[in-house]
């Protein structure tokens, strides 16, 4: 969003004045005086997620308890968690960001919205609900689990638009085909929280018969609707009036350009009782700043390939788990239900095991064997592959975990 720096400029310093009068945390690192270009922005320190937990409950907070409305937490399970919270206003402008993501798909009143992302602490529960009741279409807080129910109620109740994570919506996908019935009306589904690819797309839009948009938030920024595709599926456009965007090299910190991948930072704009200046995400995104032909302002960045923390390194050679779904649904027969195995016990050198199960009738080694040698041939890594029949592998209701203990693999 070039032509609107002043104006974010002109959100950043009012966001530095608010901070450092009520946060010690951000007073103790930001400039006294206001910025005069975004340029300076690249001298400010990172904040990282142990800032967070190192400030736990209430210490990165820049409102007294009292004006704040609500709370949210990370999924992390080990540790503290990572806490959020919201006055009113966030609120609101929470409520329009995820208006605007579902607005994109064409929600409109008279959509049927089935929200099986988890409600509770996650942020994604309630944050497609304030952005549904804002549009006013028909809310159906299933939140996640209970598939064969889920199912009924999206054929029942004429469900017109699914909210789910990836994973989650090739769980119901495959429910849908394993339940006998009449054809349902799903028509578009916001899926994040996970990393997800095209080859993954491809299959949730054939299974559940509906277009599927990608939506990206965290936690730290507020929760799901800081970037969403438009209609052309080429990247997620971030909503630049809210959120500062940068990326930088995952290891200098110095940024990068336009084009290159790097690892995504994030600046609140607008928050108020928990802003976060320069965020780093761990996430490796490439940002995008050709206009896209839908028209919009904001700039894209690509679909998040997956955070820092899940990179896998096999001999010398850094890969996502993302990567390595990429080329195993080039391979005809495969399902996006695959689990990644790594052995760090033999020294230096990370052994994998790619566990991934059939879509259909297939001859399950010669697959295999195609697999092992596109891993090998586009992304430079030898695993071993086991195909395993449909149904095999365990199924999850929220984020999956792709990348587990050789020693937990299951069903290999
Ligand atoms: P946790 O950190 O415990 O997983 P969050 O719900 O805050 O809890 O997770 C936010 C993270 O989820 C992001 O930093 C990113 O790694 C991942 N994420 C969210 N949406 C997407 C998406 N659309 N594509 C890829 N990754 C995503
Ligand atoms: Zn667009």
Request: proline fraction near 6%; charged fraction near 25%.
């Given at each position: 969003m070039?032509?609107?720096?002043?104006?974010?400029?002109?959100?950043?310093?009012?966001l530095?004045?608010?901070?450092?009068?009520?946060?010690?945390?951000?007073?103790a690192?930001?400039p006294?005086?206001?910025?005069?270009?975004?340029?300076?922005?690249?001298?400010i320190?990172?904040?990282?997620?142990?800032?967070?937990?190192?400030?736990?409950?209430?210490?990165?907070?820049?409102?007294?308890?009292?004006?704040?409305?609500?709370?949210?937490?990370?999924?992390?399970t080990?540790?503290?968690?990572?806490l959020?919270?919201?006055?009113?206003?966030?609120?609101?402008?929470?409520?329009?960001?995820?208006?605007?993501?579902?607005?994109?798909?064409?929600?409109?009143?008279d959509?049927?919205?089935q929200?099986?992302?988890?409600?509770?602490?996650?942020?994604?529960?309630?944050g497609?609900?304030?952005?549904?009741?804002?549009?006013?279409c028909?809310v159906?807080?299933?939140?996640?689990?209970?598939?064969?129910?889920?199912?009924?109620?999206?054929?029942?109740?004429?469900?017109?638009?699914?909210?789910?994570?990836?994973?989650?919506?090739?769980?119901?996908?495959?429910?849908?085909?394993?339940?006998?019935?009449?054809?349902?009306?799903?028509?578009?589904?916001?899926?994040?929280?996970?990393?997800?690819?095209?080859?993954?797309?491809?299959?949730?839009?054939?299974g559940?018969?509906?277009?599927?948009?990608?939506?990206?938030?965290?936690?730290?920024?507020?929760?799901?609707?800081?970037?969403?595709?438009?209609?052309r599926?080429?990247?997620?456009?971030?909503?630049?009036?809210h959120?500062?965007?940068?990326?930088?090299?995952?290891?200098?910190?110095?940024p990068?350009a336009?084009?290159e991948?790097?690892?995504?930072?994030?600046?609140?704009l607008?928050?108020r009782a928990?802003?976060?200046?320069?965020?780093?995400?761990?996430?490796?995104?490439?940002?995008?700043d050709?206009?896209?032909?839908?028209?919009?302002?904001?700039?894209?960045?690509?679909?998040?390939?997956?955070?820092?923390?899940?990179?896998?390194?096999v001999?010398?050679?850094?890969?996502?788990?993302?990567?390595?779904?990429?080329v195993l649904?080039?391979?005809?027969?495969?399902?996006?239900?695959?689990?990644?195995?790594?052995?760090?016990?033999s020294?230096?050198?990370d052994?994998?095991?790619?566990?991934?199960?059939a879509a259909?009738?297939?001859?399950?080694?010669s697959?295999?064997e195609?697999?092992?040698?596109?891993?090998?041939?586009?992304?430079?890594?030898?695993?071993?592959v086991?195909?395993?029949?449909?149904?095999?592998?365990?199924?999850?209701?929220?984020?999956?975990?792709?990348?587990?203990d050789?020693?937990?693999l299951k069903?290999?």
């Open positions: 070039r032509g609107a720096e002043p104006a974010t400029l002109d959100k950043i310093n009012r530095f004045e608010h901070l450092r009068e009520r946060v010690a945390f951000y007073s690192r930001l006294a005086e206001p910025l005069k270009s975004l340029d300076e922005l690249a001298a320190p990172f904040t990282v997620k142990e800032d967070f937990r190192d400030h736990y409950p209430f210490g990165l907070f820049a409102v007294p308890l009292p004006e704040v409305a609500r709370l949210h937490a990370s999924s992390g080990t540790g503290k968690p990572v959020t919270g919201y006055t009113g206003g966030d609120l609101d402008t929470w409520g329009e960001c995820m208006e605007r993501v579902l607005r994109m798909g064409g929600v409109t009143a959509d049927v919205l929200n099986a992302y988890g409600y509770g602490l996650f942020t994604g529960g309630l497609f609900h304030i952005g549904a009741e804002r549009i006013g028909t159906v807080p299933t939140s996640s689990g209970m598939t064969a129910r889920q199912v009924m109620l999206i054929r029942d109740l004429g469900t017109t638009v699914l909210t789910c994570t990836p994973s989650y919506a090739l769980v119901l996908a495959e429910a849908l085909a394993a339940q006998a019935g009449p054809a349902t009306r799903l028509r578009v589904g916001f899926f994040g929280a996970e990393p997800w690819t095209d080859g993954m797309r491809r299959q949730i839009e054939a559940l018969g509906l277009e599927a948009f990608d939506i990206f938030g965290l936690t730290e920024l507020g929760g799901p609707g800081v970037a969403v595709e438009c209609s599926h080429e990247g997620l456009h971030i909503f630049e009036d959120f500062l965007a940068e990326v930088v090299d995952p290891d200098s910190g110095r990068r336009p084009g991948e790097g690892e995504l930072v994030l600046t609140s607008t928050r928990s802003p976060v200046v320069r965020y780093r995400t761990r996430d490796r995104v490439v940002l995008l050709e206009q896209c032909g839908c028209g919009s302002p904001f700039r894209r960045m690509s679909k998040p390939r997956g955070r820092t923390d899940d990179m896998l390194i001999r010398g050679v850094n890969v996502f788990p993302s990567a390595v779904e990429e649904l080039t391979v005809p027969g495969l399902s996006g239900n695959y689990q990644i195995g790594i052995d760090r016990s020294g230096q050198q052994r994998l095991t790619v566990l991934v199960e259909a009738r297939v001859h399950l080694q697959v295999g195609t697999a092992r040698a596109r891993l090998r041939e586009l992304i430079g890594i030898r695993a071993e086991t195909v395993l029949e449909p149904g095999t592998l365990p199924r999850s209701e929220g984020k999956a975990r792709r990348v587990v050789r020693g937990e069903g290999g």
